[in-house]
């Protein structure tokens, strides 16, 4: 029900702005009649409220929209002129849409349509070529067409076929107008004289670079808080933690408020998918229907924007490459019809959005064929490989299944794409599909850009943070039990091997290919503890050892200026509330340039 409520809330906020907007079109194409831009801009403004108000269930006011659209499409065609008397009728029409819109807020409101409605109608009619001229009024045209009627009746001999069926249909639109007078007695709203009124919508249109700004200053607000916070238990004063317990909850509340104002539900993205199924299935000559689930989930719009791209790739891909052809799918017992499913959950500190489908699923042989051929892995590095990592393979740099170019695949514009869109947020993705039963995508994305979770240790004096959407684990480790394997290290965790990676040797080596990974690994003793941290990214699981570990917090993470931005490792920085700077880890770059030629090996 919520749902529901939202999105009329957005509808009426779109809608008041179209009819503001009809408003003052109007007003420019009738000091200028030849402005195709206006005309253009009315059509498009009134077919999309046409359709959001049908989408709402908003009959009448659809029926009036659409009116309107097939005037202007009539006055492109050259096919109605436009005057003072057609103003008139088309400003009347925009303020009883706008009363209508207005109706939607409070039932109480009654409004009268019915005349303006059928005054355009008979506008519509004359102008396609048939029925009464525009200049007339709805009376004078009943009067007219009821004397031509009339005469009909009585001289039938000389009357055409064609002049019959106009009559006939000039009789049932007075026949309808006269029901329609007698339910409605408001009908004849033209002739009554109103205090002009304007309606204003509870919904305002904000920049995100203005929400983005508040957030900013919230997130100084925060920081600024812990510093004093921080001050405060330093000193030998008699003060509390229940001295700012009620700072602490403002600012709090004060922050997921503005967080909360860019939630959007993820409908608004979803609902658009429906054409591109449709076209991507027309290209490939298959039958495909899409299913939404869990529409009413809510993101950062944001992240929203930022991984639109991807989940179009995404679609796009399980209808060429997932789903079969009808005929393919018949053979195997399946319906000829497949099923592509976008589907959105939230868990904690994330959204969960899957991308399914109930096709052919993808075969980790063929997968491991064409990483070797294109080059992506040796035979001998596949071969070590899981099926799930040999599936991840997709999202390397140039890998594509597709035997030929067509409009949907074969480009060399791949899965790579995806990963990068989804590392830039701090979001994963991960496969899993079996053959003959289709495939899941599940991107795991923050539900906030603002704010995010994340484990801060330290390293030698300085402060850092591990984002929590890459954390899987923090454990403790003997020297003895890791090894050392070529480059690298090694150890088992939960019956899986990881790499080991002491975070000291990785960021003062500008090299690794001379065993650098091994230098602090020398230097324990046998029984020596250590502190590691598992983070997992595209199927590789690696154990940072740090020297000490901190707390978990949300921290308000910052770009780095230039030239820190140019910092390998680095992906960010946040303020501690001893003032301090904590930088934070960038776990894709980490593991890609780890992995990358094998660097651990």
Known sequence: MAGEDEMKEIFLAEAFQAVEELSMLFTDLEKNHSSKKAINAIFRITHTLKANAAGMGFADIASMAHLMEDIFSEIKNDKLELNTQLFNDLFKANDILAKMIEAIKNPDIKVAFRGTRTKLEVILREARGGGIPTSESPAQAETKTAVVVQETEKAPQ??????????????????????????????????????????FSDNINIPLRKLDT????????????????????????????????RLTRITSEL?????????????????????????????????????????????????LQIISDSLIHLVRNSVSHGIEKPEDRIKVGKSATGTVKLAAKSEKDAVIIEVSDDGKG??????????????????????????????????????????????????????????????????????????????VMRLRLPSSMAVKGALLFELNTGEFAIPLSYTDAV????????????????????????????????????????????????????????YVVVVSYNHHDI???VNKLLQQKEIVEKQLLPPLDQVKFISGGTIMGNGNVCLVLDTPSIANYLFKNNRLK
Request: avoid cysteine; charged fraction near 30%.
């Open 543 to 545: 154990g940072f050892v």
């Open 475 to 530: 454990i403790s480790l003997k020297k003895k039990e890791i090894h050392k394997v070529g480059n690298g290290l090694m150890a088992t965790y939960l019956d899986k091997n990881i790499s080991i990676v002491f975070l000291n040797d990785l960021f003062s080596s500008e090299n690794l290919s001379d065993r650098t990974l091994h230098k602090s690994y020398d230097a324990l003793e046998a029984e020596e503890m250590i």
């Open 362 to 439: 993808i075969d980790p042989v063929i997968i491991k064929n064409i990483a070797i051929k294109k080059g992506i892995v040796t035979k001998e590095q596949a071969d070590l490989m899981s099926e799930t990592t040999i599936i991840g393979l997709i999202f390397e740099p140039g890998f594509s299944s597709a035997e030929t170019v067509t409009a949907v695949s074969g480009r060399g514009v791949g899965m790579d794409v995806v990963k990068k869109s989804l590392d830039s947020i701090g979001g994963t993705v991960t496969v899993h599909s079996e053959l003959g039963k289709g495939s």
């Open 158 to 199: 000389e009357v055409s076929l064609d002049e019959l069926n106009a009559a006939v249909a000039a009789m049932h639109s007075i026949v309808a107008t006269s029901e329609n007078k007698q339910e409605e007695p408001e009908v004849e709203e033209e002739e009554v004289e109103e205090e002009t009124k304007v309606s």
């Open 214 to 245: 508040l957030l900013d200053l919230v997130g100084e607000l925060i920081i600024e808080r812990d510093r004093v916070i921080a001050i405060s238990q330093n000193d030998n004063t008699a003060r509390t933690a229940n001295d700012f317990a």
């Open 255 to 303: 922050q997921y408020s503005v967080m909360n104002v860019r939630l959007v539900q993820v409908n608004v993205l979803f609902q658009k998918f429906h054409r591109i199924v449709r076209d991507v299935a027309n290209i490939e000559n298959k039958k495909v229907e899409l299913a939404l689930e869990g529409t009413d989930n809510e993101i950062d719009r944001t992240v």
